[in-house]
Nanobody, 128 residues
């Protein structure tokens, strides 16, 4: 099982921003799609974004949940074997543990399809 590690979470005021990072030490991340998910306290985990693997030109390279469109941006730096999630204009409802997960592709059902490997998550707390 591939290992992913998230970082970059923390405490931020409403309206603030963070850049979350997903890295992999034992495999080349560019060959995998990477999804970002968050789990708010007492709620089910939900998908927020997915970025296709670098060689996938079959569809949208980036996908977002409607609730985060225009505020979150997913990107990758293949030289650093890293995927980022820039989260802007955070709201208290954005509080939760953010996870990244790897898959062969995103696809149209990226929010519900199975993912192969998951990180342990990074905590984001939005509070004044």
């Amino acid at each position: 099982q591939l290992q992913l590690v998230e970082s970059g979470g923390g405490l931020v005021q409403p309206g603030g921003s963070l850049r979350l990072t997903c890295t992999a030490s034992e495999f080349i991340l560019r060959y995998y799609a990477v999804g970002w998910f968050r789990q708010a306290p007492g709620k089910e985990r939900e998908g927020v974004s997915c970025i296709s693997n670098s060689d996938d030109t079959s569809g949208d390279s980036e996908s977002y949940a409607d609730s985060v469109k225009g505020r979150f941006t997913v990107s990758r730096d293949n030289a650093k074997n890293t995927v980022y999630l820039q989260v802007n204009s955070l709201e208290p409802e954005g509080t939760g543990v953010y996870y990244c997960a790897s898959a062969r592709y995103c696809g149209t059902n990226w929010r519900r399809r199975p993912y192969d490997s998951w990180g342990q998550g990074t905590q984001v707390t939005v509070s004044s």
